[in-house]
């Protein structure tokens, strides 16, 4: 195991906590922001150059989607939180169970979700109250998105386990080459430019079905080539029942806790989808700036799993409570930085997505209002970080069932309905992600996350196992 992390790894369990952190986490929040990139050029294609509609079905479609992959995507951070403890345990026949195992269950699981995805596309689309220009689009849009979801699985399982051992950045060079190839791709089959049919919005999904296909066989390509310890070994692709057992214990929770959010988002969207196409267009817009702002958190979130989940196999409780107090520190003042910079600028960033002057009203108040929260999602989500490292998956979706389906959601419904006022729905999601914030912080502070919850062989000492 020392040799193999030497070669394809970080042995996060010794040396500068916040080095590491910074280290870990930069590559992943890179990532995102090259994923936030693409979405922010991508909805300007969208609602500039197709229009309203077209901007109101990829926010719909967004949400399904979520929704549809949630579950799966759940085991993919059970497969990763338990990699990570037996790579701190030194346990090499773990890790490979592990890898065998989540590989071969993510790909049933992805041919599962298309199945089920294709079946659900409409009547979920009408479920939400999904405004009548913008149904037919929506449809077509998400059943052609859905034909991407095996290679996303690939592409998430892998980068899950390289994580795991301490590699955020060979993840980033194959996703920044794949969502590249995306940028270039889109407007051609969009537009119909060079040659090619005019695609309309089917076109954006046509180019990330190929550019993720392409993407997620040359990263499994270069792990062969490699020999890295995350590489499956396709000849020997089995479900070790023990170790299933183990992934599902970690993950199901996780996945609930996803598919939980997700379908919180879906309320929430068909809630906004009553005020009007405006309205609609107006969440997709702040909403993508939500999403480069809480970027940090994002990715702090995960190193601080990984960090969490290596040392807590190691036994290196001491340096789980650093993790914890330095992820704080750092991914609270880099999210401060956003929230001044998303609340002193609404408007302008709006207009990088928008012409209508109410749907710019619209999501103008949107980030006014959720903005000032957002130093709540940073908080929650680094305490959620190391509740996940320490395989307490259950106590961070019982959080997010908290937060979402017993404060944002109700409040939402009964503040709109009494009111009548979007600003209302906004109000109740800064009032879910402060009480999400408050509960993961009490359940960290108790201790209670130190109880183990995968049985794992003793580590070596560390001086034993020193990786450079």
């Known amino acids: 195991m020392a040799a193999a992390l030497q070669s394809h790894g970080r042995d996060l369990t010794f040396g500068s906590v916040p080095r590491h952190l910074i280290a870990f986490s930069m590559p992943m929040m890179l990532g995102n922001l090259i994923q936030a990139a693409y979405s922010f050029v991508n909805a300007v294609w969208v609602g500039k150059g197709l229009g309203e509609a077209e901007m109101g079905a990829i926010t719909v479609t967004g949400a399904a989607m979520f929704a549809l992959l949630a579950m799966a995507l759940g085991i993919t951070v059970g497969a990763g939180i338990l990699a990570a403890q037996f790579v701190g345990a030194r ?127 040359a990263l499994y390509a270069w792990l062969h080539r490699r020999r890295n310890v995350t590489a499956p070994d396709w000849q020997r692709l089995t479900m070790d029942r023990h170790t299933l057992w183990l992934i599902l214990k970690v993950g199901v929770p996780s996945a609930a806790q996803q598919g939980l959010a997700a379908f919180g988002f879906l309320f929430i969207t068909g809630i906004v989808n009553a005020y009007g196409a405006s309205a609609t267009a107006a969440f997709g817009a702040a909403m993508r700036i939500d999403q480069m702002a809480l970027l940090p958190a994002l990715g702090f979130s995960v190193a601080v799993s990984m960090m969490a989940g290596q040392n807590i196999g190691a036994r290196r409780f001491d340096r789980v409570r650093e993790v914890f107090r330095w992820g704080m520190v750092i991914s609270g003042g880099i999210t401060l930085v956003g929230t001044v910079a998303v609340m002193s600028l609404p408007g302008l960033l709006l207009r990088a997505f928008l012409n209508d002057p109410e749907a710019i009203r619209i999501g103008t108040s949107y980030l006014m209002i959720v903005g000032a929260a957002y130093l709540c999602f940073s908080a929650m989500f680094v305490s959620n970080g190391v509740i996940n490292g320490a395989g307490q998956t259950m106590v961070t979706t019982l959080v997010t069932v908290l937060a979402l389906w017993i404060v944002r959601v109700p409040l939402a419904l009964a503040l709109s309905h009494h009111f009548h006022r979007i600003e209302f729905v906004w109000a109740a999601s800064a009032t879910g992600l402060a009480v999400g914030m408050v509960a993961s912080l009490a359940y960290y502070y108790s201790g209670r996350w130190k109880r183990a919850v995968v049985p794992l062989k003793s580590a070596p000492p560390v001086e034993e196992i020193v990786v450079g």
């Not at 689009?137 to 998430?156: C, E, H, K, V």
């Not at 955020?168 to 794949?178: D, E, H, N, R, V």
């Not at 969009?190 to 089917?202: I, V, Y």
């Open 91 to 217: 346990d090499t026949d773990g890790l490979r169970r592990v890898v065998q195992t989540s590989t071969a269950f993510q790909a049933v699981a992805a041919l599962v979700v298309v199945v089920v995805g294709e079946c659900l596309a409409a009547p979920l689309m009408s479920w939400m109250d999904t405004p009548a220009n913008v149904l037919p689009l929506a449809i077509s849009y998400t059943r052609w998105l859905l034909l991407i979801t095996p290679f996303l699985f690939g592409t998430f399982l892998i980068g899950s386990l390289l994580r795991a051992v301490g590699d955020s950045k060979t993840p980033l060079y194959f996703q920044a080459g794949g969502l590249l190839l995306t940028v270039a791709l889109d407007p051609v089959l969009m537009f119909g430019w060079l040659g090619c049919p005019r695609l309309g919005l089917n076109g954006t999904a046509i180019a990330n079905i190929l550019t993720q296909a392409a993407s997620m066989l």
